[in-house]
């Protein structure tokens, strides 16, 4: 009897030819016999590597330590991997969304991962969780991003995801002034190019009497919609999802919103691509509950706050463990602290992992000159 979810048989068949290869010249019968021929041993090194991620998982069990399936800084090293061995024709990008899907689907069979996000379903940041963890995870819709940091909190979901900053319009604050509260430890990001659609039921831009969207997404379509619906009336709701939903339901109503979001709410793309700067970036943040181990490439996030009687220049001073080991700064952000009024922290990007000797030195320093010195992650930095 054969096991459950195993092949019947390993033996290699040779698909029967069909009718129309027949009739096709004789070289590119020969030229497709060849792609059938790769694509079967393509398909036997899926299953095996499947039945490898079945045996790492039985190992870890057997081992009675923590059982840990899910490994981002491993996963980054491997598509680090795909990229360094890819030689063409297809881009690096298309190689390492191929690979991501292969080890989700293989992840899948010892653990399906639960992946908390910004909902509802249609968001940029559900297209975020795809990207980031493939299509074989449980990806959890979640109202709002506190609720988020709660569900990986309680272990209701193994991670989270939600939205840090934007390449037009900033930091996303709410999620910045969660760190303020939780424990949680940043696991990785995502990048994601945002294209903005304006969509609805309607068949003409005549026909559209409102305009739904984030605030985020009508500001990163400002000018295109002063020029060409400057009378429309614009409406900032909860999520571009809900503005979807909107133009749905409501007559008259249009929404600007990403691709997934049009085919959840089966809309109409009126005109596609509406956003003011064809690099408009959003970048996200993978929650979990530990300090990854180093991938190699790495990034750090550092929550830092001065003394009270630091007095003039004392950032300049608090910053200064960083230049003299040589780590650069990719992002220096203030915030109100929340503990009394013109108070504030520190959030800092900088390169490198906690345990690379430099930034551990600078670290070291940072903390005798710092009254708060809080590491909230070190983590993958985006493969692409």
Known sequence: MPKPNQPKSRARVRAKPSPVAATAPADLVK????????????????????????????????????????????????????????????????????FREIMSACLAQQQPLKVAFLGPEGTFTQQAVLKQFGHSVRALPIAAIDEVFREVESGAADFGVVPIENSTEGTVNHTVDMFLVSPLKICGEVELRIQQHLMGRMDSLEKIE??????????????????????????????????????????????????????????????????????????????????????????????????????????????????EQGISLSRLESRPSRRRKWDYVFFLDLEGHVSDEP???ALAALKKRASLCKVLGSYPRAVL
């Not at 590597?49 to 840990?68: D, F, I, N, W």
């Open 31 to 98: 030229i497709r016999a060849r792609i059938d021929d790769v694509d079967q041993r393509i398909q036997a090194l899926i299953s095996e590597r499947a039945r490898l991620a079945q045996h790492v998982g039985v190992t870890k069990r057997a081992s009675g330590a923590a059982v840990e399936f899910y490994r981002p800084e491993r996963e980054a090293e491997v598509l680090q991997l795909v990229i360094a061995r890819n030689e063409g024709p297809l881009t690096d990008e298309e190689m390492v969304r191929l």
């Open 210 to 323: 409102r305009l739904c969207s984030h605030q985020q997404s009508l500001a990163q379509c400002r000018q295109w919609l002063d020029d060409n619906l400057p009378h429309v009336e614009r409406v900032a709701v909860s999520s571009n999802a809900e503005a979807a939903r909107r133009a749905r339901d409501e007559a008259g109503t249009a929404a600007v919103a990403g691709s997934a979001a049009a085919e959840v709410y089966g809309l109409n793309v009126l005109v596609p691509g509406i956003e003011d700067r064809p690099d408009n970036t959003t970048r996200f943040l993978v929650l979990g509950r530990k300090l990854l181990e180093r991938s190699g490439r790495d990034r750090t996030t550092l929550l830092l706050s001065t003394h009270d009687t630091a007095g003039p220049g004392a950032l300049l001073r608090l910053l200064e463990p960083l230049a």
């Open 359 to 361: 930034v551990a030195k």
